[in-house]
């Protein structure tokens, strides 16, 4: 569905590249946490994706097209199955809340009877029901998120961008905002979050692709968010006597330590999380929706199942999603987004 192959992002005008050999595949459902330090080329990488950026070398192809070939005409086509969240909403500061969602709607073409019943399927789905007539100002920044990413799903695209969509959120508001982000990518759309919160990163146990200084160094099925990758694993039976089981206890010490400095200030998030955990009745998460078309069916990544204990923080309990009915929102086959997913959609006026 996403495909890098040894793509390098170099800038006009610097001298390091941002990108450097990355090569990554996403399939078809998968959730995806890009992590690493700032300005290793997280949102580079979003960038090449909705081919706001292309590659200096290497090979960027999203839903079957080769985005270096594709023509320029075509690019807000090709962006129509692609959302995009980021850190600091983008709303329209004096559009109301159905004119923010409706406002996507409206660019591309879609009919005034459309728009009056999408858009309150998304904002119903984000849970802002009942705020359709707000202005942003009069919304808290979780509330705004929402809108944001009702706007971002509303014509159901396959592939969620999300840039730091907690970034500006206190914690238990992002614990909010990750749910919904969950809760959508159960239904079937591709996620792809780059983040700093590492809690989330932790207790999601997701696939994590990091990257630093442009390289990507570490793509880990059910991941945490410090990279704990090259850390031995030491097991009690590959050690024996009592010196190599205090060696092994000491090593495990530091462990901890180092996930705990890691962790930072996000262990009240962490806190956050693992109360939700601990009231939520919802049942376990739904799996992912079937592969419609080619595609390679979702990697195991996007099981329930935690990775093996290598990261620090391995023992928690990953986040638990309601089942979510992606015929609540059922915009995709009015749209012409449903069943031709690597077929260009054409205008719709
Ligand atoms: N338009 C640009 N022109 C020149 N250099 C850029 C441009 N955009 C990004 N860079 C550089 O590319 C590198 C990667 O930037 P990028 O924004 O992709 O990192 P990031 O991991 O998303 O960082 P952050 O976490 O701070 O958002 C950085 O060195 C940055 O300065």
Redesign the pocket.
């Known amino acids: 569905m996403i495909r890098f192959e040894n793509v390098t ?1 170099r ?4 001298k ?4 450097s050999g990355v090569d990554f595949e996403v399939q078809r459902g998968d959730f995806v946490f ?1 992590v ?12 090449l994706i909705l081919r706001e ?1 292309i590659p200096t070398s290497g090979r960027v192809a999203v839903l079957g097209r080769d985005l270096r070939t594709l023509a320029n005409r075509k690019v807000p086509y090709f962006r129509r199955n692609i959302g995009s969240v980021f850190q600091d909403f983008r709303l329209l500061p004096s559009k109301t809340v159905f004119q923010n969602v409706a406002f996507s709607l409206q660019v591309i073409g879609a009919s005034r009877g459309f728009i009056q019943q999408a858009v309150p399927e998304a904002l119903a789905l984000v849970g802002l029901e009942g705020k359709e007539k707000r202005l942003p100002h009069e919304l808290s920044g979780g509330e705004q998120q929402r809108v944001a990413i009702a706007r971002a799903i509303v014509n159901r695209p396959q592939v969620l961008l999300a ?2 969509p907690t970034g500006n959120l206190d914690p238990a508001t992002s614990t909010d905002i990750m749910q919904l982000l969950a809760r959508i990518n159960a239904g079937g759309t591709t996620v792809l979050m ?1 983040t ?1 919160e590492a809690a989330f990163v932790d207790q999601m146990q997701r696939r994590v692709i990091e ?1 630093r200084n ?1 390289e990507m160094v570490r793509d880990e099925v059910g991941g945490g968010y410090g990279d704990t990758s090259h850390v031995p694993i030491l097991t009690p039976e590959a050690i024996r006597g009592a010196a190599a089981s205090a060696a092994l206890t000491a090593v495990l010490e530091v462990q901890r330590e180092t996930a705990a400095a890691i962790s930072g200030d996000s262990l009240a998030a962490a806190a956050v999380i693992a109360a939700a955990i601990e009231t939520s009745d919802a049942p376990a998460p739904a799996p992912v929706a079937p592969a419609a078309d080619d595609s390679a069916p979702a990697e195991a990544s996007d099981s329930a199942e935690p990775a093996a204990d290598h990261t620090a923080t391995g023992a928690q309990q990953p986040i638990v999603l309601p089942e979510v009915d992606i015929a609540e929102i059922g915009v995709a086959g009015r749209l012409g987004l449903e069943s031709n997913d690597d077929e260009e959609v054409g205008p719709t006026s």
Do not use: N, Q
């Open positions: 992002k800038y006009r005008g610097t390091r590249p941002a990108l890009l690493g330090t700032s300005g290793s080329g997280k949102s580079s990488c979003l960038r950026e840039d730091e780059a700093h990257l442009g």
